[in-house]
């Protein structure tokens, strides 16, 4: 982060790097992203719409879908579709990069690497991971509400009323922050197990599985903790 | 006359129980084109890595440009890095990059030169190298004469006071190593870069080397 605000603030940026980064990390995901949210969004509205006001609490539907679309599945699905795509593309990159003697050369020819691999791919996927989570909360949504035209959850009209009298700030806040840190986990994770490759074309699978796990353990490990913390306060 | 590489009792390699080189003693003044023969795991390329910063000495003392180099910081790297003109063994060019890409890296993000500055530096070298077929190609593309010739322009495009060639001549046809002396030839005679080339075999061909040395385990040895 110290290196792209130096870069930013001394206009040396390439900005072509950093949306190159962003695209390949963040668009290309929007097809699988786009259908993962339509379904989670489908499933969590047709059943709460369904089985909430059985229990006579149909008043929290619009709390709890909020809650849990934008603050606890849609997150950490939109996570596990990044470091599906992400985490082992970047780690072989680099690893590849590292075993070819590109990253030698690249700081033999006076170039940090900083610059054009570690800092374009970390905020690309950083970014993305905050705009693809944003997004699969608004696709879960539609998702919900198509449940609810199809007369499978509470009629529409009433969806639509609930979710506007509980939506507040945080739902907005919360996707953001959990984006940054799963963006966080998973581009350190990624780039710090690429750079551990060596010079053998063999411990580039090594080090991508290890990414991979990593990756999954603490992102599950950030979400137990969101929720134990959140229940507790 | 200004001594651009020196070496002192230097220990040379990738580990420190057993260097490849453990003692080498060199000197290079500018305009003293040289030329390092030895054989395959001498440690020729562990030299080059020496040289650009990227392996430390395990014994000894290394100074560029009169600069002390054994624990160089950060600005003191760079500033060497960017005097040297570095053609690497195998040419070594980034694979997810074009060739304009690939000749461009140490001017955009080394100099952070505008794209407008650095086409107007490469021009003139697209028409002598004839690479305007080539610039929006990518590495996987290319023949290994094609990947040393891009490499070898990456190398000189920035005037370097020293050209360091890892190898130059290897995979090379006869018409590419005619080429690549041509080009050696030109450099030597302009007189502005010092050329140091480490090669596998010695050639006969390279009249323009001041020096040929013969590097073994025991350091150095004049050929010519």
């Given at each position: 982060?110290?290196?792209?605000?130096?870069?930013?603030?001394?206009?040396?940026?390439?900005?072509?790097?950093?949306?190159?980064?962003?695209?390949?990390?963040?668009?290309?995901?929007?097809?699988?992203?786009?259908?993962?949210?339509?379904?989670?969004?489908?499933?969590?509205?047709?059943?709460?719409?369904?089985?909430?006001?059985?229990?006579?609490?149909?008043?929290?539907?619009?709390?709890?879908?909020?809650?849990?679309?934008?603050?606890?599945?849609?997150?950490?699905?939109?996570?596990?579709?990044?470091?599906?795509?992400?985490?082992?593309?970047?780690?072989?990159?680099?690893?590849?990069?590292?075993?070819?003697?590109?990253?030698?050369?690249?700081?033999?020819?006076?170039?940090?690497?900083?610059?054009?691999?570690?800092?374009?791919?970390?905020?690309?996927?950083?970014?993305?991971?905050?705009?693809?989570?944003?997004?699969?909360?608004?696709?879960?949504?539609?998702?919900?509400?198509?449940?609810?035209?199809?007369?499978?959850?509470?009629?529409?009209?009433?969806?639509?009323?609930?979710?506007?009298?509980?939506?507040?700030?945080?739902?907005?806040?919360?996707?953001?922050?959990?984006?940054?840190?799963?963006?966080?986990?998973?581009?350190?994770?990624?780039?710090?197990?690429?750079?551990?490759?060596?010079?053998?074309?063999?411990?580039?699978?090594?080090?991508?599985?290890?990414?991979?796990?990593?990756?999954?353990?603490?992102?599950?490990?950030?979400?137990?903790l969101y929720l134990i913390f959140s229940s507790l306060t | 006359m200004e001594t651009l590489i020196e070496f002192q009792g230097a220990a040379i390699g990738y580990s420190r129980e057993a260097p490849l080189i453990p003692r080498l003693t060199m000197s290079l003044k500018k305009g003293d084109h040289t030329m390092i023969v030895g054989h395959c795991g001498v440690g020729k390329s562990a030299l080059v890595k020496t040289i650009m910063g990227i392996l430390s000495l395990w014994d000894g003392t290394y100074q560029a440009f009169e600069r002390g180099m054994e624990n160089p910081s950060e600005p003191l790297l760079s500033y060497v890095r960017k005097k040297i003109g570095l053609l690497p063994d195998r040419g070594i060019l980034l694979q997810n990059m074009t060739v304009f890409q690939n000749i461009a890296l140490p001017l955009r993000f080394g100099h952070f030169f505008s794209i407008d500055k650095v086409r107007d530096r490469i021009e003139p070298y697209i028409e002598e190298f004839s690479l305007e077929p080539l610039l929006e190609l990518y590495p996987c593309d290319l023949n290994i004469d094609q990947i040393k010739k891009i490499g070898f322009v990456r190398a000189i495009l920035n005037d370097p006071d020293l050209l360091l060639l890892d190898d130059p001549y290897e995979g090379l046809d006869d018409e590419g190593f005619e080429k690549m002396n041509r080009s050696l030839k030109n450099i030597a005679e302009k007189g502005a870069t010092t050329i140091l080339a480490l090669s596998r075999k010695s050639v006969d061909r390279s009249p323009h080397f001041k020096n040929v040395l013969r590097l073994t385990q025991d350091g150095l040895t004049e050929i010519r």
């Open positions: 982060m110290y290196d792209f605000l130096r870069l930013a603030l001394t206009r040396k940026l390439s900005l072509h790097l950093y949306l190159h980064a962003i695209v390949t990390a963040g668009l290309s995901a929007l097809p699988i992203i786009s259908i993962v949210a339509l379904l989670v969004g489908a499933g969590i509205v047709a059943e709460t719409g369904i089985e909430l006001p059985k229990l006579g609490i149909q008043n929290l539907v619009g709390a709890i879908v909020l809650h849990v679309i934008f603050g606890i599945v849609g997150p950490f699905a939109t996570a596990l579709i990044v470091i599906a795509r992400s985490t082992s593309g970047l780690a072989v990159e680099i690893g590849n990069m590292r075993v070819s003697g590109e990253l030698d050369t690249i700081e033999m020819l006076g170039v940090n690497l900083s610059y054009i691999i570690i800092t374009p791919n970390m905020v690309g996927i950083i970014v993305s991971t905050i705009a693809l989570t944003f997004y699969f909360g608004i696709v879960a949504m539609v998702g919900g509400f198509a449940m609810a035209l199809m007369g499978l959850s509470m009629p529409i009209a009433t969806l639509v009323r609930i979710i506007e009298t509980n939506i507040r700030l945080s739902d907005l806040l919360l996707p953001l922050l959990e984006g940054l840190f799963y963006g966080l986990i998973i581009s350190t994770v990624s780039v710090y197990h690429g750079l551990r490759v060596r010079r053998s074309p063999a411990e580039v699978p090594k080090e991508t599985r290890l990414a991979l796990v990593s990756a999954l353990a603490l992102s599950t490990v950030t979400l137990s | -």
